[in-house]
């Protein structure tokens, strides 16, 4: 069995498939802010995972909640600007769930 609460599991998992996102997308396009903020956002959605799995879960919700709010206007953002649909409206959307999933979370360690 695993002794990582299962409110954690959103975190890591969205983190990896950020920092993935923006491996992929230097990889791909040779897009420097791409991985830039794949590896910060996705770190700090990992690192809430850690404090989540510890004794910080208030704050790890919060930083988690955050960092998917930014991740959400920014991409939201390139999504209005240029209309297409992947990347920008894939991460957007699942960057809205996961702040959603977060304050819901924070809301209830308060």
Known sequence: ???I???AHPAFGFGAIT???????Y????SKPSLGAGIVCGGLLVASGV???GDS???????????????TLGMGHRLLKTGKFMPAG????LAAASMGYHVKKA???K
């Open 107 to 109: 809301i209830e360690w």
């Open 19 to 25: 920092i993935a996102g923006g491996l992929l997308g």
């Open 90 to 93: 894939v991460v957007s959307v």
């Open 51 to 53: 404090m989540i799995s």
């Open 5 to 7: 609460p299962g409110s």
């Open 57 to 71: 879960q208030y704050a790890g919700h919060s930083l988690a909640a955050g960092t998917s709010a930014l991740m």
């Open 27 to 30: 990889v791909r396009k040779g």
């Open 1 to 3: 069995m695993s002794s």
